[in-house]
C-alpha cells in the first residue's frame, strides 16, 4: 500500500513545527517538515527527526502500573486503567478531606498547551491552589519584568530583520531551530549580530560581537550597558521623552554600575563592554531576543526589567524592524480562567507561596515552597502530588532535598510517557499519549498559526492527559455522568476568546 501524508503538529516544544508524518499501513513510518509550517518553513530540529524514535521507543510505558514494594524500590503490578483511576480519585479524596484540597499539588513541566488547562481545571475544581509548572525559571520572570515595565511581552520584528539583534542567553540553532533560522536573516542580510553567552553556541561562532561573560552576570552586564548608554547620551532622548517616566531616578540608580565595576563581575572587559553599548545603541533599529539562559538565575525578573529598559532607552520599542508588540492569534489561551475554571477555587486558602514579603505576582506554587511545604509543613503541609509531564527529581534546583520531599509524600501520581526517575518514587505511574496520539490545537507563541495536532497512532494503552482528568473528574462525580467517550482527543471546543 502506498504511504499516506498526514499533516500534524510537533509538540516536542513550544515552537509547534508543522510535521508531516508519512505513514504505511496504518504505521508511520517517516517524519519530515511541513513547508506549508509558518513556525517550522519545512524545518525539523534534532528533536523533530527524532519523532519516531520517541514515540515508538521500547521504553514507553504503556500500561498503568501499581506500586508494590517500598517507595522507590521499582516493584510494580500492572494495572487496569479503572484499578488505577478508582484508586486515585479515592485517594485523593481522602487527603482532601482530612487535611483539605490544598495538601495536594498539582505539577507539570513545560507547556502542553491546552492539555495544560485541564490541570489546572482539575485542581482549581479539586480546590487545591498549589499548581506548579516550569514557568518560573523558563519564561515568567521575563514575562512579568516587561509586564511590570511596558505592559507586555515583546519579540524581535523577524519580518523586518532588525539592523543589529542582540541574541542574549539563548540557543534556538540547537534547541529549537525553526526559530534560529529567523535570526539567520539578520546574519545573512549582513546586519549586526551581537551574542551574549558563556557558551560557544552554534549563533556565537556567527556573531558580529560575542560577549562571553561569566554564567549568571547578565544583569551587571545589563546594568552597565545601560549606564554607558544614559552616560554617553547614546539614548532615543525623544522616545525618552514622550513614552518613558522615571529616567532621572534611573539614570541616578545606574551611575553606580560602572564598566570597571562590571568588569569585575561579568568578567568582560570594559572596553568591549562600552563597545557593545555604542554598537547596540546606534545601530537601529535594535533588538533584543533572550532566551532561559538568563531565567535559570536569582536575578532573572530584575534582568526582564533592565531588558525591557534598554530596549525603550534606543527607542527601539514598537519600531519596524526592532522589538514589536505581539498579539497571538484570537483563541483563548491555555491560562484562560475559564477554562482552568479558576473561579472554582475557594479564595480563602492561600498557595504556599503566602508569605508576607512575596509580591503576589507569581501565578503558580514555587518549586522550593513546595519542597518545604511537603517537608516542613511550612505553611501546611503538603501530603499527595499530580505529576504530569515532568520530573521535578531532575529539574527542580537541590535534587537531594526534592527526592526526600518527594518519598515523603503519602500518595504521588506521575503521568509520563517514561519511567523517569519522579516516577520510580510513585504509587501510581499512568503512560500518557505523545503527540502523534492525540488531537489537539496549538496556538503559536510567536508567529501567527494556528495548526492541528492530529492523532495518528496509538502506543499500548497510553492515555491523553485530557482523557485521564476527564476519567479522574467523572470519578469525583464532577461530570454529571459517566466517563467521557474520547480516550485520546483534547476538547477544542470553547477556544474562540
Ligand atoms: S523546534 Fe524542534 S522540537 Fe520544537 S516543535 Fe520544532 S521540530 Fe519540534
Known sequence: MDKEMIKTTCLRCLAGCGMQVHVKDGRPVSVAGDPDSVSGQGILCVRGKATLDYVFNEKRLTVPLIREGERGSGRWREATWDEALDLIAASFSRLRDDHGAESVAFIEGGSKGYLDAWLSRFANKFGSPNVTKAAQHCFLPTFLGSKLTYGALTRPDFEHPPECLVVWGANKHETALPEGTRKDMTISEGKTLVVIDPAPTAIARKATEWVRLRPGSDLALA???????????????????????????????????????????????????????????????????????????????????????????????????????????????????????????????????????????????????????????????????????????????????????????????????????????????????????????????????????????????????????????????????????????????????
Request: charged share 20%.
Open 223 to 497: 546594568l552597565a550597558l545601560i549606564n554607558v548608554i544614559i552616560e554617553e547620551g547614546l539614548y532615543d532622548a525623544t522616545f525618552v521623552r514622550w513614552h518613558c517616566v522615571g529616567f532621572g531616578a534611573l539614570k541616578d540608580h545606574v551611575k553606580q554600575y560602572t564598566p570597571s565595576w562590571a568588569e569585575g563581575e561579568t568578567g568582560v572587559p570594559a572596553e568591549d563592554i562600552v563597545r557593545v553599548a555604542r554598537t547596540y545603541a546606534a545601530t537601529r533599529p535594535g533588538a533584543i531576543f533572550s532566551g532561559n539562559g538568563i531565567e535559570h538565575y536569582h536575578t532573572n525578573f530584575q534582568m526582564g526589567r533592565a531588558l525591557a529598559i534598554l530596549r525603550s532607552l534606543t527607542g527601539s520599542l514598537g519600531a519596524h524592524g526592532g522589538d514589536i508588540f505581539w498579539q497571538r492569534p484570537p483563541l483563548r489561551h491555555n491560562g484562560d480562567p475559564e477554562l482552568t475554571a479558576h473561579g472554582e477555587l475557594p479564595d480563602d486558602v492561600p498557595d504556599v507561596n503566602y508569605r508576607d514579603d512575596l509580591i503576589p505576582l507569581m501565578p503558580f506554587a514555587l518549586h522550593q515552597n513546595l519542597t518545604s511545604a511537603m517537608l516542613e509543613g511550612v505553611p501546611y503541609t503538603v501530603r499527595g502530588a499530580y505529576v504530569m509531564g515532568c520530573n521535578p527529581l531532575l529539574t527542580w534546583p537541590e535534587s537531594e532535598t526534592v527526592r526526600k520531599a518527594f518519598s515523603s509524600l503519602d500518595f504521588l501520581v506521575v503521568a509520563d510517557l517514561f519511567m523517569t526517575p519522579t516516577a520510580a518514587l510513585a504509587d501510581v505511574v499512568l503512560p500518557v499519549a505523545s503527540y502523534l496520539e492525540i488531537d489537539s490545537v496549538h496556538v503559536g507563541e510567536f508567529v501567527p498559526e494556528v495548526r492541528a495536532t492530529r492523532s495518528i497512532t496509538s502506543v499500548g494503552q497510553a492515555r491523553s492527559d485530557y482523557g485521564i482528568f476527564a476519567e479522574l473528574a467523572s470519578r469525583m462525580g464532577w461530570n454529571g455522568g459517566g466517563p467521557m467517550r474520547t480516550r485520546r482527543s483534547t476538547s477544542c471546543s470553547s477556544l474562540l476568546a
